[in-house]
């Protein structure tokens, strides 16, 4: 079955931190590069940080030190460590592979907020 699961979002305040968790299925995991993307209220979906099969990582201006995007090749996951979050940081986050369209399987995402 052709799968992603996310987790691990909450409520903090700013300045606060939160690890995502995604579980992908072999078929989206395996050999790609796999993504975190978010979209905020009202906003497009966003690419947030990425990481190559062979473990490089690259990350969007706006979460560079911030944010660390790590995964586990045999458990098929993918993590997103969050530190010194703003409200701009809320939204739906998503993982996936690299590109991803918006016809493609996409999980139900987790939720971070992110007050003030």
């Known amino acids: 079955q052709v799968q992603l699961v996310e987790s691990g979002g909450g409520w903090v305040q700013a300045g606060g931190s939160l690890t995502l968790s995604c579980t992908a299925s072999?078929?989206?995991?395996?050999?790609?590069?796999m993504a975190w993307y978010r979209q905020g209220s009202g906003k497009q979906r966003e690419l947030v940080a990425r990481i190559f099969a062979f473990g490089h990582t690259i990350y969007e201006d706006s979460v560079r030190g911030r944010f660390t995007i790590s995964k586990d090749d045999t458990k098929k996951t993918v993590s997103l460590q969050m530190n010194f979050l703003q409200p701009e940081d809320s939204g739906i986050y998503y993982c996936?592979?690299?590109?991803?369209?918006?016809?493609?399987?996409w999980g139900q995402g987790t939720q971070v907020s992110v007050s003030s």
């Open positions: 072999p078929s989206i995991f395996n050999g790609n590069t």
């Open positions: 996936n592979k690299l590109p991803a369209r918006d016809y493609d399987v």
